[in-house]
């Protein structure tokens, strides 16, 4: 499978509104360039090195902040592409002090290998919680804490945990999974929600996307972790295909999804039950908030991660 690779050339004010938009386009995993983060780290770190090569800050220096974003080469691909350029084009124009930089996209057709690839230049070993640990498939991970080690490889999807919203769900269900209790992850991604809801203790998990190319990826990483007793992979548009109700519901999406989920979260989860909900940035908390409320969800948590918010709920049958 081919993927067409963005690259959003923006400034460090436009950084977050592009991000944003990606957000309300749908598009919740993306990388982000940022040449002063990089130079902040170099600073904070520079005690742990004797000497820092000046070609490095060279380099820095010339970089433009970009957002790089994965799109598969295929009719949905397509339409998806149309829209952001589109979207941002308009952004272009609104911007007339010029604050946001270019945003010039750069476009790139590559191979599922090129994907691959670049995933591992930048993918290595993590914490998450108090709990777990993210590692590449194609990695060793030392384990002096006894973590529970959850391995992906999200070379062919989305969700390698290193996004903000993905690690505010893997926080919330290390505290809110018990042994013994059932969950459902809308949009599952990589699978790395549902795999670690299994770790964690989760009785039977069922992960769902629209995309077949995420559910083929999530059988994957359920294959990798030796979970495919507990979790079941199906094709789904959300909630279309639930039959059976949950303890514990997680979207790590996007806003306007979350809110249509709030209204049917009925259909999915059991009296009492908890949706974890994720993908939400500062303009869309609002909406989020008020859909749990109008649909019997009580707000137990609000946790946010950067620029990302998690909303945490207990569902009453009113």
Known sequence: MKWTELVIYTSQEGIEPVTGLLINLGVTSFAVEDPLETKEFIKESSSKWDIIDSLVTEVLDELVPNIKVYIPDNPQGD?????????VAEMKTNDTQDIYGSLNIGVTLMDDA????NWKIYFKPFTVGSKLA???????YDNPEKRIVLKIDPASSFGSGLH????????ALEKYVKGGNSLIDVGCGS???????AKLGCESVLALDIDENAVETTKNTVAVNNETQRVKVISSDLLSKVTDKADIVVANIFASVIVKLALEIKNALKPEGIFISSGIIKESLEDVLNAFKANGIEIL???????????IGKYHNN
């Open 164 to 171: 903000e919203s993905t690690r505010l769900c893997l926080v």
């Open 134 to 140: 993210v590692c590449p498939t194609w990695e060793e």
């Open 191 to 197: 699978g790395i929600l549902s795999v670690a809801a």
């Open 114 to 117: 090129d994907w691959e690839n």
């Open 301 to 311: 948590e609000v946790n946010n991660d950067g620029q990302w918010y998690a909303v």
């Open 79 to 87: 339409k998806l592409h149309k829209d952001l350029c589109a979207a």
